[in-house]
């Protein structure tokens, strides 16, 4: 199995195009410490990829990365399609971006494409674009990725991990699948990731997936609960927000510490201090044998 | 009056995601050759600026000038507001990255707005992350374009250019202004800019803004009227798809020749030999006295 770390940001990237905190200018002043909004991709076959979410920075993304260019065709792209994690207008937004392409499937989970279709007119908007395909992204069966892949491909199946609706579709019927981990089972290698950018909650069903997991990509948005309170960004505390913090006794950084799988966050926020390279918390991690990933990162299970 | 260039190519930018293309390639090769969509700053007042155009770019496009960036204080941003020249997605879809604005102005003609809130939902979305003033903007009569700027301050006003329709509203009924060029007068200065990224026809009305400018900053999209059948991107002709060519009978490169203005081209599509900074049709455009703007690029009138 191949994955491309495209982004680690969590909405917004780092550097935020309105905000000065101490991270953004830190990245402004160090374009190293630039990150664009989380997503991965993956390699289906020899050539074929699928992006996790669609963020703004799509564009730019696909640039960044040579196997991700198209040709040898003049419309010919590797892009086959795009599984949604959510609905958060930052993981969709690149969707309108890639009307260029001939076709392009995504796979959601029946809330996320409602909100998409209800509530933003997507389908509606794009139809005349290009032709879009909806495949339904089920929790728990796992299917195959990449239905034009080989037989033997990746397998996915998703793990819902939060009600949370994206705050354009705050009124839409509650849903237990509004924000889901992805896993994502190499059947030819007998490996296994989970992708979750978004964790409000640490439950069984997610731990019995990572602790499968031979790599664990997840929701790094803030190091401790009361970051966003601190740093006046919300009333909130980050659980309170939908992500589960690092630190703490209800962060994940002590439950990713006893699992076998290698371990990385991701959707860092600009005002989680992970994001300056100097940070004594990047120590702490360490100790714990775990990662922070990186924009441009290969991970080959 | 001070303009600042954001951006110079047609939907997709050059290179667009999917496209492998001389023009993209090229680029792809030689990131000089790089043009991110059509877009321009004008500045109110000190460290005050309205966006012409909110394209997919519009993160990237703040974070390369930095008198676009945030600060001093953390959410303090010199984006003002956003002019619409017409409702097009790559004109558009930049405004809901914008949505962590405490509030953000836009100017557009009415048949634009209503497109983007009916088709879109644009307001409806974006009104639980941020405080949205949609502001008509008006075909003929100047009005000032920063209500809290200065009184003496940049006047706007629209010229009507094409009643094409995007594509997602394309049953929406027909109007004259779904399609405006952009009249800026600076009364301190006596100064006058015109900025037409799209020109379906060079009407008299338009003929006498561009006479009265000092500046003129017009679609530049393809070089021909066949150059759109020739490459494959489309069965209509440039002149079918709502951008008069450069070059030709019908094209805008003899007009522009007979005016007083500085004129500059903008707005080029991936299929458009100037992509190409040795193509002859450089020559061509320098012995007429017209240009090519460039990303970046700063106009001061």
Chains 1, 2 share one sequence.
Not at 9 to 29: D, E, L
Not at 177 to 201: H, I, K, M
Not at 252 to 269: E, F, K, P, Q, W
């Amino acid at each position: 199995m191949l994955l491309q770390v495209l982004g680690t940001a969590a909405g917004g990237g780092i550097p935020q195009w309105n905000c000065a905190c101490p991270g953004c200018s830190g990245a402004r002043a160090h374009c190293s410490r630039r990150r664009r909004h989380a997503s991965l991709a993956v390699r289906t076959d020899e050539g074929r990829w699928y992006l996790v979410n669609a963020t703004p920075d799509i564009g730019d993304q696909i640039e960044a990365h040579p196997v991700l260019h198209p040709g040898p065709g003049p419309r010919r792209t590797p892009v086959a399609g795009v599984v949604l994690t959510d609905a958060e207008l930052d993981h969709t937004l690149g969707i309108w971006r890639l009307r260029e392409a001939r076709g392009l499937e995504i796979l959601a989970t029946p809330p996320v494409r409602r909100a998409l279709d209800e509530r933003l007119r997507l389908s509606e908007a794009l139809t005349p674009y290009t032709d879009l395909t909806w495949r339904e992204l089920e929790c728990r069966g796992a299917r195959p990725l990449d239905p034009a892949g080989p037989a033997s491909g990746l397998r996915i199946s998703a793990v819902p991990v939060s009600g949370k609706r994206p705050r354009y579709a705050a009124g839409a019927p509650a849903h237990e699948a509004w924000v889901v981990a992805l896993r994502l089972y190499d059947p030819a290698a007998g490996t296994c990731a989970l992708y979750a950018p978004a964790v409000a909650e640490w439950s069984e069903e997610l731990h019995r997936a990572a602790a499968e997991a031979d790599c664990v990509i997840v929701d790094g948005t803030f190091w401790d609960d009361e970051e966003p309170r601190r740093t006046g960004i919300s009333t909130r505390t980050a659980t309170g927000m939908g992500h589960l913090p690092v630190d703490g006794p209800r962060g994940t950084a002590a439950v990713l510490a006893t699992l076998s799988a290698r371990c990385l966050y991701t959707h860092l926020n600009n005002t989680n201090p992970l994001v300056d390279p100097a940070a004594p918390q990047h120590k702490r991690l360490a100790r714990l044998g775990v990662e922070v990933a990186d924009d441009g990162m290969v991970i080959e299970l």
